[in-house]
């Protein structure tokens, strides 16, 4: 049945849902990838009946969220956990995410799934914190991560570019964090289109300079750095960056307008993943990387170049709200019950911009069943006021 979907004109527009989702969304192997390492990003499910407010204490549905990371592992992808995409800054608290990252990785463990989890200072409340209190912050969730067995992704931190007077304070904090790290962690450079709060970070806003600091990170400590997640939308930038990596220190995109064409990579070398937009499109990105372990770079971008319209609409600006649109497919593709969402944020898109990612997921066949996605469509339509 034709479904009548509001345009950001303000106009209706027909559209006809999809009646099958796509073959490859049936293959399930949670075989590892032979080519690259890929991690996915995982959200959050909200406990919808907890009696909380958007600044209130994040009450999580445990058993949905821990549904949806053994979906990702079934196809063979690791999570990334307690990231951007699990509202880190954004509803999710610290001691959740302390209690995610816990849980997360007992059930990595139970079910022989990779995982690494993020690392920052997000405990820090007040507004001038020193670099000592940064380091500790740091220090406090590193063990965390590390006592839960899972590997460590050391993120920016707000408190630190708040506080970072310089470069020379970005060398000194990550250097100390290196030194005391038990096992190689993945350093992540997230963009202020994510996040504006990490404005300057590595000490400048000019990129370059910037780059030149990060990379001065890595060169002093090579052995403790498994590889870099850069999330700053620009591709070239990313490859230029990649290029001057120390040996054996893996990139990881984390660019969700132009993964395609950075794993897939050229004469030089290629990113391996660790992406937000993989969380709805895990079954298509896991068949995806199955072709290209066999070499067909051809097949691998017939899979996922068409999904970069759907990416692109998700994390269009303001970028840090496309949590809501990753969520909002999780639930039209059956992984939780209800569009609800730790502080709130269900509300920050409006119905034209769900509505066209509806639109372009159910184009792409990414639901496992399209009819229980339309029916929540048309309700969701419904509640908006939408005439049926």
Request: proline share 6%; aromatic share 8%.
């Amino acid at each position: 049945m034709t479904l009548h979907l509001p345009g950001a004109d303000g106009t209706l527009r027909a559209y006809e849902p999809r009646t099958e989702p796509l073959p490859a969304l049936r293959a399930t192997s949670g075989s590892a990838f032979s080519s690259r390492t890929v991690f996915s990003a995982a959200h959050v499910v909200a406990d919808p009946y907890a009696d909380t407010t958007p600044d209130g204490p994040a009450a999580v549905d445990w058993d949905a969220t821990l549904a949806f990371r053994r979906h990702l592992w079934s196809h063979g992808l690791g999570v990334a956990e307690a990231m951007d995409t699990a509202q880190r800054g954004m509803g999710l608290d610290w001691p959740t995410a302390a209690e995610l990252i816990r849980r997360s990785a007992a059930e990595a463990r139970a079910t022989g799934g990779r995982i690494a989890c993020g690392v920052g200072t997000d405990q820090l409340t007040a507004t001038a914190a020193t670099l000592a209190d940064v380091r500790s912050a740091y220090e406090e969730q590193l063990a965390v991560v590390e006592e839960s067995g899972a590997q460590a992704i050391l993120m920016a931190s707000r408190a630190l570019a708040a506080t970072a007077k310089g470069p020379d304070d970005y060398l000194e904090v990550y250097g100390h964090l290196l030194r005391q790290a038990a096992e190689p962690v993945i350093l992540h450079w997230l963009g202020p289109m994510f996040d504006p709060a990490l404005e300057g970070y590595w000490g400048s806003s000019d990129l370059d300079a910037a780059t030149d600091t990060f990379l001065e990170v890595i060169a002093a400590h090579p052995d403790k750095v498994d590889g870099i997640k850069v999330s700053l939308l620009d591709a070239q930038r990313e490859i230029d960056l990649r290029r001057r990596l120390p040996r054996g220190v893996r990139c990881y995109t984390g660019d969700d307008f132009n993964y395609p064409e950075l794993i897939a990579g050229d004469e030089q070398g290629f990113s391996h993943a660790l992406l937000g937009i993989f969380d709805p499109l895990g079954p298509l990105a896991a068949e995806a990387v199955r072709v290209l372990d066999t070499g067909d770079t051809d097949g691998f971008r017939a899979l996922l170049d068409p999904t970069v319209e759907l990416s692109r609409h998700l994390f269009r600006a303001p970028t840090r709200y496309y949590k809501t649109g990753v969520v909002f497919l999780a639930w039209l593709a059956g992984h939780q019950s209800h569009f609800t969402m730790v502080g709130g944020l269900q509300s920050a898109r409006s119905l034209p911009h769900l509505a066209r990612a509806y639109e372009l997921a159910d184009g792409l066949g990414l639901f496992p069943d399209p009819k229980p996605a339309e029916e929540r469509m048309r309700n969701l339509l419904a509640l908006y006021g939408v005439n049926r």
